[in-house]
């Protein structure tokens, strides 16, 4: 059974240039968050959406983070422009409502942004 | 607003010794509890959770952990540690007050010594 799945693992960019982080949730999970892992703040929920549509967005950092969710298999996390300060590891992650507030959050591999 | 504690950055056990990572959280409900293992550059991995009944909870790889609602702790045990152990762990929390997030611990690391 295929965890979450996130591109490009790696990713080296320049500042000012666009980067877009990808996501495949689980099969079958109508939630899908978006978190961020840094060694100064650890890790920090950025953005949740349930059935596709974003719930909680309050840990977006600002404008130039976007995220959307066109369907139920698929994830963006965008930066635009990018700044040396979004390096990170930035974690998506997804959950069923199987047990309601019980149910259990699986993450993928992480995306490891390093912004120059 | 919902939190977690974990007040050892760092957790250093012998090969073969019992081991104990602490947690400590805060909710204005019930709590629901979980547990999770980073290994270097991989993702989190789920370990463990409490979400109601028996307070020791048993999870993958030996480890159990036990909520204690008097103390609002949750803490993480392993009867004999491993070398194979040694990783990031996290503690986590979510309040069903505020949706369906989980707030993370700062995590402690754990070094199962040889």
């Known amino acids: 059974d295929a965890g979450v799945i996130q591109s490009p693992r790696h990713e080296v960019t320049e500042m000012g240039q666009e980067v877009t982080l990808r996501c495949k949730p689980i099969?079958?999970?109508?939630?899908l968050f978006w978190y961020r892992q840094t060694m100064m703040r650890g890790l920090e929920l950025l953005i949740y959406?349930?059935?596709?549509?974003?719930?909680?967005d309050s840990g977006m950092p600002e404008d130039r983070f976007s995220a959307k969710m066109p369907n139920a298999s698929f994830s963006t996390l965008k930066i635009q422009p990018s700044e040396p300060r979004d390096s990170a590891v930035y974690f998506c992650?997804?959950?069923?409502?199987?047990?309601?507030?019980?149910?259990?959050?699986?993450f993928g591999e992480g995306s490891w942004l390093t912004v120059v | 607003a919902q939190s977690v504690a974990q007040p050892e950055d760092q957790v250093n056990v012998a090969e073969g010794n019992p081991l104990t990572v602490k947690c400590t959280y805060s909710?204005?409900?019930?709590?629901?509890l979980f547990w999770y293992v980073q290994y270097p550059n991989r993702g989190l991995q789920f370990l463990l959770k409490?979400?109601?009944?028996?307070?020791l909870v048993k999870g993958s790889y030996g480890f159990e952990a036990e909520f204690n609602k008097s103390q609002t702790s949750f803490h993480l045990k392993k009867p004999s540690a491993l070398v194979s152990d040694s990783a990031l762990y996290f503690c986590?929390?979510?309040?069903?007050?505020?949706?369906?997030?989980?707030?993370f611990g700062p995590g402690t690391r754990l070094s199962v010594l040889p």
């Open positions: 959406f349930n059935n596709n549509v974003p719930i909680d």
């Open positions: 409490y979400i109601t009944g028996d307070n």
């Open positions: 992650a997804s959950s069923s409502p199987g047990q309601g507030f019980g149910n259990t959050i699986y």
């Open positions: 099969s079958g999970h109508d939630y």
């Open positions: 909710v204005s409900g019930n709590p629901y």
């Open positions: 986590a929390v979510r309040d069903r007050n505020y949706g369906q997030n989980i707030v």
